[in-house]
């Protein structure tokens, strides 16, 4: 009898045994929410994060993943068991993305005190629109002219260094960061889902993005080329507060089910972990560029675009030496004779490099005919308006202009006319034009000063003559009240004092 109940003991110990074992198998699954509780790769090595689809080398499937992407959003709860994670975002809202270091000691011992350069993507998930990026993403632009698809929210941000966002790349921002330091960066979704659908009948289901993080570490030259790691993870983006009621609906949605269904679908996490994926196919397109603080030669060029390999050098601005006179003006005033290689050239030379391969098919004619909402619409409100005045030769207009001429010599003028026994019609006065931009007594003594060839401590004051001939010191406020282009003739009378002089506007 007493064998009879050891047994159901012995069994009852080994079954505990087991749960706890299960349990403890599966803690990284229930847990990877926590904060750094756990070891990412030794999550992501688990059967249920394997993607089928996925495109890393096989010799990577062990790779160590230095890195963690935790993106502050809760996950949909009607996602299946074994589909990827899918987080509701509102336009514009900042979310928080922390940068963990996941790193081992004495893995990666080279990036130790070093800086690393991560580059965040929003990117299309379906694979249909990804073929049609470039097309999708111009379209966005004209629609929406000077607005940005990704921006990161500086003030919000940790431990970011040098944050960039390039004016052709409307998707993509970069910047430094140190792994041994707490870093968290927030980001900022202009664009929404369902502006990349087919427009039929209204409540349309939107488009999936992807946001996708790509880290870089220093080459011996000193550039970010050398990759790191890269992870993703699937959103749709709605107009604000749309998210919050996606996410209400969805979990009401949940509820309704028996619990035999439930069991089918994830349950939702109060964040979103980025998982391991390949590098961005067209990752150079940024290192094509770098900005000039990414590098540690500090060496500076403008942000381009390209398609280059990672090794692939920024393409210098044409050459503009050794010119004859006529480009050198050409350079200064871009003329309707401009072929495309002077338009270039031009481009360089007035600080619109980014703009270059935009515009690497225009000719002189062809950038002059541009209206100034044709330029706003392809570079945007700021570099547009920018690029319009340059290509139309404005000059800043004075705030003020006024006319003035010496009173002395016109009398010396008309007194030799009347010895020389011509009439007085066939004199002239000649005045000289002074532009004011402060609008200040101090302005206009410089200006005056300046007239009559002698320093400004030299005019004592300055009067204006008003009615029955009174003279009226001159002060900020009656300069702001001239009619702009008045003129005036200058009397100048000895001070008595000292060598100064006062100078009297009639």
């Known amino acids: 009898m007493a064998w009879a109940l050891k047994l159901p003991l012995a069994d009852e110990v080994i079954e505990s045994g087991l749960v706890q074992d299960f349990d403890a198998s599966l803690s990284g699954i229930g847990q990877e929410l926590g904060a750094g509780a756990y070891s990412m790769s030794d999550v992501l090595a688990l059967p249920i994060f394997k993607q089928e689809e996925s495109s890393l080398p096989p010799e990577n499937e062990n790779k160590i993943l230095p890195f963690q992407y935790v993106l502050c959003a809760a996950t949909s709860p009607a996602v299946k068991l074994h589909d990827e994670t ?10 928080e993305i922390r940068m963990l270091d996941n790193r081992k000691i004495g893995e990666l011992p080279e990036i130790n005190g070093k800086l690393v350069k991560s580059i965040f993507r929003v990117v299309f998930h379906d694979r249909r629109l990804q073929y049609t990026e470039h097309q999708q993403l111009e379209g966005w632009r004209w629609n929406r002219p000077g607005d940005r698809i990704l921006d990161i929210d500086i003030p919000m941000s940790v431990g970011i260094i040098d944050p960039r966002a390039n004016p052709t790349q409307l998707n993509t921002v970069e910047f430094l960061w140190d792994p041994s330091k707490r870093t ?46 890269s992870a993703s993870c699937q959103i749709k983006v709605f107009k604000p507060k749309g998210a919050d009621r996606k996410q209400k609906t969805d979990r009401e949605k949940m509820e309704k089910r028996t619990p035999h269904e439930k069991e089918k679908y994830q349950p939702s996490y109060e964040t979103t972990i980025l998982t391991e994926c390949s590098p961005w196919p067209e990752i150079t397109y940024v290192n094509n560029a770098p900005s000039p603080g990414f590098n540690s030669s500090h060496s500076s060029f403008s942000i381009g675009e390209g398609n280059g390999s990672p090794n692939h050098q920024p393409e210098p601005p044409p050459p503009i030496a050794d010119v004859s006179h006529t480009s050198e003006l050409m350079l200064v005033n871009l003329l309707p004779t401009s072929t495309p290689q002077e338009a270039q050239q031009w481009l360089h ?67 030799q006319k009347h010895e020389d026994r011509d009439t007085v019609t066939s004199t002239f006065f000649v005045y000289h034009a002074i532009y004011l931009e402060e609008l200040t007594a101090v302005e206009l003594t410089e200006k005056l000063a300046q007239l009559f060839s002698i320093s400004s401590q030299q005019i004592s004051q300055i009067y204006k003559q008003g009615p029955t001939g009174i003279h009226v010191l001159i002060s900020d406020e009656m300069i702001q009240n001239f009619q702009d282009e008045s003129c005036f003739v200058l009397d100048t009378m000895k001070a008595e004092t000292n060598d100064s002089y006062h100078i009297i506007l009639k």
């Not at 899918?86 to 979310?95: E, F, I, P, V």
């Not at 889902?193 to 880290?215: L, Y």
């Not at 308006?385 to 800043?396: D, H, P, S």
């Open 86 to 95: 899918l987080t509701y975002l509102n336009q514009g809202q900042s979310y």
């Open 184 to 229: 968290s960066v927030f980001i900022q979704v202009h664009c929404i889902s369902t502006e990349f659908t087919m427009r039929k009948h209204g409540g349309e289901k939107g488009v999936p993005f992807r946001v996708q993080i790509d880290t870089f570490k220093e080459n011996e030259n000193g550039e970010y080329t050398e990759h790191l790691h």
């Open 349 to 415: 030379r007035n600080r619109f490099s980014t703009f270059s391969r935009l515009f690497r098919n225009f000719s002189g004619a062809d950038l002059l005919k541009l209206t100034r909402e044709d330029v706003i619409q392809i570079c945007g409100p700021a570099d547009g308006i920018r690029l319009f005045n340059a290509l139309k030769g404005r000059m800043v207009r004075p705030r003020l202009t006024i006319y003035v001429c010496q009173e002395s010599q016109q009398l010396r003028d008309l007194q």
